[in-house]
Nanobody, 131 residues
Framework: QVQLVESGGGSVQAGESLRLSCVAS????????MGWFRQSPGKERGGVAV????????YYADSVKGRFTISQDNAKNTLYLQMNGLKPEDTAMYYC????????????????????????WGQGTQVTVSS
């Protein structure tokens, strides 16, 4: 059974950093489409960053480019999201998602049009950034 468990969220001041982790069980990272999404109250869930864990290609939402970095550690079967220069507008529940299909795992479509294609989701970790 595939499970994704996020951690690393918290409350920080604007400009500070956090690193989110998503530990996968029930499968090895191998070639999966894995991404980070976020949702704040009253807003639709939006894509943050996505990674093809087989080829290593990544894609970021414009709002986080240059500040966030998605990465993987195959030995730990873990996906990370390093978030630097946090802003109040980054406040949201952050979710990790995964799917074995790679056909949608490229470019902005993996974060937008196909954001509901991911089969596996974690329970989320809250990030709160105050000004």
């Amino acid at each position: 059974q595939v499970q994704l468990v996020e951690s690393g969220g918290g409350s920080v001041q604007a400009g500070e950093s956090l690193r989110l982790s998503c530990v996968a069980s029930g499968y090895t990272l191998g070639s999966y489409c894995m991404g980070w999404f976020r949702q704040s109250p009253g807003k639709e869930r939006g894509g943050v960053a996505v990674m093809n864990t087989g080829g290593g290609s990544t894609y970021y939402a414009d709002s986080v480019k240059g500040r966030f970095t998605i990465s993987q550690d195959n030995a730990k079967n873990t996906l990370y999201l390093q978030m630097n220069g946090l802003k109040p507008e980054d406040t949201a529940m952050y979710y990790c998602a995964a799917d074995r299909r790679l056909w949608f795992c490229s470019g902005g479509s993996a974060l937008n049009e196909y954001k509901n294609e991911y089969k596996y989701w974690g329970q989320g970790t809250q990030v709160t950034v105050s000004s």
